[in-house]
C-alpha cells in the first residue's frame, strides 16, 4: 500500500503523453522494465520481457524510469552493434530529448577513485538550482549542488552507485518549459568529477578495510599459533618436595629438569634452600647412569641391525656370484654353440645385468666394511699422540718400502718390454729384405705366408707398445705416491720432534 501511494504522489507531478504505444514499450524494455497499459496488460510478449515479472502488481499508469524510487534496472544482454534507444523524459519544470542515436555515445573521462560527484555542463542559462536538482533528483540523495556562472555546475550524491544514473543523462537536450528561446535550452554533458571529498572518503573507507583485514589477519594467527607453555610455579618448600618426587620419575624426568633450571635461574638458591637444590640435583644426576645404558642398549641394537643386513647382503652377493658361474658355463663353447641366435641374446643380456647388480652389491659391502674399520680406527685414536705418531711412522716406512719395490719391478718390466720391441723391429727387416731378395724365386704361397706373418709381428708389436704405455702411467702414479709418501714422513717427523721438544 505504501509503495503504491508513494507512486501515485510521484504521478502528481509528473505527466508522461502515451500517444505512441511501441515507443513506450521499446523505452521500457531497454530499462528491464516491464511495459504496461493503462489497463494494466503487457505492451509486449512475454517472451521479450524480464524473467520472474509479476504482471499483477497493481500499476495503474506507465512509469517513468527516472522516477524517484524506482532503481534503473540494467537492462538484459544487448548485443554490442545495438545501440540502446533513448526516449523522451518529462520533468515538471523542463523537458529532456534524447540525442541522435546514431550519433556516437557521449565521451567520459577515467573514473577516478570513490567518485560521488558529477559534473554538468551545457545547462541552458535560465537554468536555476531548483531546476538541476529536480532532474537530477531522480538519480539519488544529493548533498550539495555547485553551480557556476557559466552554464555548468557540480553535484555530489551519498552513493557511488547514483553517478551512474547521472550519466545515463549525458547527451539530452534540455529545455525548461515550452519556450524557444536560446537561454532556456542546451545539451547537457554529464562527466566524473575528480573532488577532494570523494577521495578522503575512499581513502578513509580503505583504511578502514586495512584495519579490518589486518584484525582478521592477526586472530586467524592467534589462532594457528602453538600454546604458550604453562607457567612455571614459583619456588617453596612444598613444590621442592614434590618436583624431588617428579624428578626420580623417568617419565616427567623433562619437565622437572625444565622447572629445576627456571628456579636457579631465578636465583632461588641461597643458604637456607642450597640443601634442597643439592638434593635435587643429585636426583638429576642419577639419570646419567640410566641413560647411558639406554644409549648403550640402542648402540646394541643398531649393531646386531648391521650385522642382519650385512649378513643378507653376502648371502645375495653368493647367490649372484653363483648365477653368474651359471652364465659362464653356458658361454662356453661345449654349451653354447647348441643355443640358437635368439637364446644366446638373451643369454648375454640377462649375464650382463647379474654382473652390473652383483659389482653394486659388492661396492656396497665393501663400503660397509670401509666404515667399520674407519670406526676402528676412531676408536684407536684415544690412544696417545707420541704412540699414534709412532705407529703411523711405521706404517709410512713399510708404504714407502712397498713403493719402492713396486718401482723398480715396473722399470725392470719397462725395460724387457723394450727390448722385446727391438728384437720384434730387426725381425721385421731382416724378413722385409729376405722377401726383398727372394721375390723372383720364390712362390705365390710363400710370399702370402710372410705377409701374414709380418702382419702377426706387427700386431704383437702394437700390443707390446699399448702395455709399455701403460706401465709408464704406472711407473709415473707410483712415483707420485712415493713422494706423497716422503712428504708425509717429513711431515711427521717434524712433529715428532715438536711433542719431544714439550715434553
Avoid at 151 to 162: A, D, G, L, Q, T
Avoid at 291 to 299: F, I, N, P, R, V
Avoid at 470 to 494: M, P, V
Amino acid at each position: 500500500a505504501d509503495g503504491v501511494g508513494g507512486l501515485g504522489a510521484e504521478q502528481n507531478h509528473l505527466s508522461v503523453p502515451v500517444t505512441d504505444h511501441g515507443a513506450w514499450a521499446t523505452a521500457m524494455n531497454n530499462l528491464g522494465i516491464v511495459p504496461v497499459g493503462l489497463s494494466g496488460q503487457q505492451l509486449v510478449s512475454d517472451s521479450l520481457c524480464i524473467q520472474r515479472f509479476d504482471p499483477g502488481l497493481g500499476l495503474i499508469a506507465p512509469i517513468n524510469p527516472m522516477m524517484a524510487g524506482i532503481s534503473l534496472v540494467p537492462p538484459p544482454p544487448v548485443p554490442p552493434d545495438m545501440a540502446v534507444i533513448k526516449e523522451i523524459i518529462h520533468c515538471k519544470s523542463c523537458t529532456l530529448f534524447p540525442q541522435n542515436p546514431n550519433l556516437p555515445p557521449p565521451s567520459t573521462r577515467e573514473r577516478p577513485p570513490g567518485c560521488k560527484t558529477v559534473f554538468v555542463g551545457g545547462l541552458p542559462e535560465n537554468a536555476t538550482e531548483e531546476i538541476i536538482r529536480e532532474v537530477f533528483d531522480q538519480c539519488g540523495e544529493i548533498i550539495a549542488i555547485r553551480k557556476s556562472k557559466k552554464n555548468f555546475c557540480h553535484i555530489r550524491f551519498s552513493e557511488e552507485f547514483m553517478v551512474d544514473k547521472a550519466i545515463y543523462l549525458s547527451g539530452y537536450r534540455m529545455r525548461i518549459g515550452s519556450s524557444t528561446d536560446k537561454k532556456d535550452s542546451g545539451r547537457i554533458h554529464v562527466d566524473f568529477a575528480q573532488a577532494r571529498d570523494d577521495l578522503y572518503e575512499w581513502e578513509c573507507k580503505q583504511r578502514l578495510l586495512a584495519r579490518e583485514e589486518r584484525h582478521r589477519r592477526k586472530i586467524h594467527e592467534d589462532r594457528l599459533r602453538p600454546p604458550s607453555p604453562p607457567p612455571v610455579v614459583h619456588y617453596s618448600e612444598h613444590e621442592a618436595a614434590l618436583l624431588a618426587e617428579r624428578l626420580k620419575d623417568d617419565h616427567k624426568f623433562s619437565e622437572a629438569t625444565a622447572v629445576l633450571f627456571t628456579w636457579i635461574d631465578r636465583g632461588e638458591v641461597n643458604r637456607r634452600t642450597a640443601n634442597h637444590f643439592y638434593s635435587m640435583i643429585q636426583s638429576a644426576n642419577s639419570h646419567v647412569r640410566r641413560l647411558m645404558g639406554e644409549k648403550a642398549q640402542h648402540e646394541e641394537e643398531m649393531e646386531r641391525a648391521k650385522e642382519t643386513f650385512k649378513n643378507a647382503l653376502m648371502a645375495i652377493l653368493t647367490q649372484f656370484e653363483q648365477i653368474t658361474t651359471v652364465f659362464t658355463a653356458a658361454t662356453r663353447q661345449k654349451a653354447w654353440d647348441h643355443f640358437s641366435k635368439a637364446q644366446r641374446k638373451n643369454i648375454d643380456i640377462w649375464r650382463k645385468q647379474c654382473e652390473e647388480l652383483r659389482n653394486a652389491h659388492s661396492e656396497e659391502i665393501m663400503g660397509i666394511r670401509r666404515e667399520e674399520e674407519m670406526e676402528m680406527s676412531d676408536d684407536d685414536s684415544d690412544e696417545s699422540p707420541c704412540k699414534r705418531l709412532r705407529t703411523d711412522n711405521g706404517v709410512y716406512d713399510q708404504t714407502q718400502a712397498s713403493l719402492k719395490e713396486e718401482n723398480d719391478s715396473l722399470r725392470w718390466q719397462l725395460d724387457a718390454y723394450r727390448n722385446e720391441v727391438e728384437l720384434l723391429r730387426k725381425e721385421q727387416s731382416k724378413s722385409s729384405r729376405s722377401d726383398d731378395d727372394l721375390t723372383h724365386t720364390h712362390t705365390h704361397t710363400h710370399t702370402h705366408s710372410a705377409e701374414a706373418q709380418i702382419q702377426l709381428l706387427q700386431q704383437s708389436m702394437h700390443n707390446m707398445q699399448q702395455q709399455l704405455l701403460s706401465l709408464q702411467e704406472q711407473l709415473t702414479s707410483k712415483e707420485a705416491e712415493l713422494e706423497q709418501a716422503r712428504e708425509e714422513h717429513r711431515y711427521l717427523e717434524g712433529e715428532v720432534l715438536t711433542l719431544r721438544d714439550k715434553v
